[in-house]
């Protein structure tokens, strides 16, 4: 008679049991993204759902308006994705989402669904007439020193270590508003607040353990909300710095990937190229484009594979919710070039532009110091590979480049103005971001040899040329340092209780700090009202002797800007410009508040920057 083997009735008999272990005990540990809303443009809602043994369940909804239109099982049993159509008649509340298991266990999740904000926006939500003001939120002011280390988060705050915690927060931010705004900027941008969850290192905010928490060492999702409101409340407006490209070790789903094509992974470890482009070219070998594109950031920065179409969605939706949520006014995406599948990127500028048209979105684009490098990405056409990138924003780091070498290594303007010229490569170059300096650069002032005079003639020419500028944080107050690390993201004085003075009063400040300040809210404040740099077009001469002459107009408001980049006062004749000055007689000058009469020929001093509103 046959047998059947023990060690089969055996595992048989495991096999079984663990199939019942594991309908009876599935758990419930998140559901992303938390919430909704109703009235969006687009129907689909994918939830991530997280819990142990979840993917076993089977998913039911009840709520009118709300239907499961599919449910996707990937390679982790703790994973589950369910795809939602919310129709545009849904109605706003909260319904339950029922899971069961084929042994009729079952939990319950609800979940909310909010009416849309109504958002009637015409032109674009930032824009020409914006200026940001960059900061590193743990380098800014320690509000709240209660939360300089939390029991959720591993780093602990070490002010001592320049790359480490120092303690800044939102709430530091919230008490320094009235120094924000009356600096003369517009808008905030904040480098990422996200959970950053890493043993060291995490204070920089690029290596996100959380898309949808805010770091618990600077705040919670509320405390950033109600920076948004007081913003609001004073004319400000936000910025959110969000990341497709990677996520952080610390990340919570690090141990137990949804699928092993989350992740771009490698044999063993292996850094990006750094190499942008190898995106666009037309010549690029499939080993270079990888390296570039499926490489890391860094030990710590894990490459997120955006060929996963359900990571892709996440992310998406992602961006999503932090805009419906926080009432954000524009984003500024993170290491644009460097994701695996630009389609991808594409896609996401088009989904927010069907769902909040004109919103404003800024791709960082650091790719060198030619203009050729970054038409590709911002050229409003079908490039020659048939992809259209949807980007009308970038960050000018060809601009940036030409500013250094001009007012820092000794170049002649000309420079600036053959950098200019190639502006019909754009689609519209006056979107551009602007800056002389940020996170990534060193500081504005080392760039430019300790030149104080210099760094007020940058800030002249990001203010008054076309685009729409950004300061960083402390450059306000001359910060020196040469690298893009700790150091250079350092401390605003003031800031922290035990700090020997407080810059974010005028009384503390230096003779030199109270100068520049000066300067830079005098030309900020004009520049609020004046039509001609928001909205007007830019006409500019070739220029001469290290001069750069060019003209900001609007219908009848029209604006001359000089630069004399040389270490002498200049004489310069007007006659050369009689296209642009025809029919005015007089001009004001917004820095020194004095009349100029429009003769033959004005002085000018060395290395300064006359800005003149004209008068008929």
Same mark, same amino acid.
């Given at each position: ?28 540990? %998140?559901?992303? #993204?938390?919430?909704?809303?109703? !009235? ?7 939830? &991530?759902? @997280?819990? $142990? =043994? ?104 070490? %002010?001592?270590? #320049?790359?480490?915690?120092?303690? !800044? ?7 320094? &508003?009235? @120094?924000? $705004? =009356? ?122 594979? &955006? ?310």
């Amino acid at each position: 008679m046959n047998t059947v083997p023990r060690n089969f009735i055996v595992g048989l008999l495991l096999t079984f049991s663990m199939q019942f272990i594991l309908a009876q005990n599935i758990t419930l540990q %998140r559901v992303e #993204p938390p919430n909704w809303w109703v !009235g969006m443009e687009n129907t689909q809602l994918q939830l &991530l759902v @997280y819990g $142990e =043994n979840i993917s076993s369940a089977t998913p039911s909804i009840a709520y009118n308006g709300v239907s499961i239109k599919s449910v996707s099982r990937l390679e982790s049993s703790n994973y589950l994705f369910i795809n939602l159509t919310i129709s545009k008649q849904t109605k706003p509340g909260t319904f339950e989402i029922t899971f069961r298991t084929d042994k009729n266990k079952k939990l319950v999740y609800k979940y909310e669904l909010i009416a849309k904000r109504n958002r009637n926006v015409e032109e674009l939500t930032i824009d020409g007439s914006d200026v940001m003001y960059l900061i590193t939120p743990d380098r800014f002011s320690n509000g709240d020193p209660t939360n300089d280390s939390t029991d959720d988060t591993i780093e602990r705050a070490d %002010r001592k270590n #320049p790359n480490g915690r120092h303690g !800044g927060d939102i709430k530091g931010i919230i008490n320094h &508003l009235d @120094y924000i $705004e =009356n600096l003369g900027v517009t808008t905030l941008w904040l480098n990422p607040f996200l959970e950053n969850d890493q043993s060291a290192y995490s204070y920089h905010g690029y290596g996100i353990s959380d898309f949808y928490k805010t770091d618990s060492r600077l705040g919670t999702n509320n405390d950033y909300k109600t920076l948004i409101n007081f913003c609001h409340a004073r004319g400000l407006k936000v910025v959110m710095d969000q990341v497709f490209n990677h996520c952080g070790t610390g990340h919570w789903w690090m141990n137990d990937l949804p699928s092993q094509d989350w992740l771009n992974q490698w044999d063993e470890f292996t850094y990006s190229s750094f190499t942008n482009a190898t995106v666009s070219d037309p010549y690029q070998s499939k080993s270079d484009y990888d390296l570039h594109a499926k490489g890391w950031f860094d030990v710590n920065l894990p490459d997120l594979n &955006l060929n996963n179409p359900y990571l892709a969605n996440y992310l998406i939706q992602n961006s999503i919710w932090w805009i419906e949520y926080a009432n954000l006014d524009g984003i500024r995406m993170d290491t644009y070039p460097y994701p695996n599948n630009k389609e991808v990127m594409a896609d996401w500028l088009k989904t927010i532009e069907e769902e909040y048209p004109n919103y404003y979105v800024v791709a960082e684009t650091a790719m060198g110091d030619k203009v050729a490098s970054y038409v590709y990405w911002n050229n409003g056409r079908l490039n020659r590979d048939g992809y259209v990138s949807n980007i009308k924003s970038i960050s000018d780091y060809a601009l940036y480049y030409s500013m250094i070498k001009v007012f820092g290594k000794d170049e002649n303007i000309y420079d600036l103005y053959e950098i200019l010229s190639s502006d019909y490569l754009y689609e519209n170059p006056f979107n551009n971001k602007i800056f002389n300096g940020n996170h990534d650069v060193a500081r504005l002032y080392t760039e430019l040899k300790k030149n104080k005079d210099k760094v007020k003639l940058s800030m002249a020419f990001i203010f008054t040329t076309r685009g729409i500028p950004q300061v960083y944080y402390g450059d306000e107050l001359f910060f020196d340092s040469p690298k893009p690390d700790g150091i250079l993201r350092y401390d605003f004085p003031g800031g922290w209780e035990s700090d020997q003075r407080n810059a974010f009063l005028e009384e503390e400040r230096t003779t030199d700090e109270k100068d520049l300040i000066e300067y830079i809210s005098t030309i900020l404040k004009w520049r609020k009202e004046a039509m001609e740099i928001h909205q007007g077009k830019l006409k500019h001469y070739k220029p001469m002797d290290n001069i750069y002459v060019y003209f900001r107009y609007y219908r009848d408001e029209k604006t001359m800007v000089v630069i004399n980049n040389n270490e002498q006062s200049k004489i310069l004749n007007l006659s050369r410009f009689k296209e642009s000055l025809q029919g005015f007689a007089m001009g004001l000058d917004i820095i020194k508040k004095r009349s100029i009469a429009l003769n033959e020929e004005i002085v000018i001093d060395a290395n300064t920057a006359l800005i003149v509103k004209l008068k008929k």
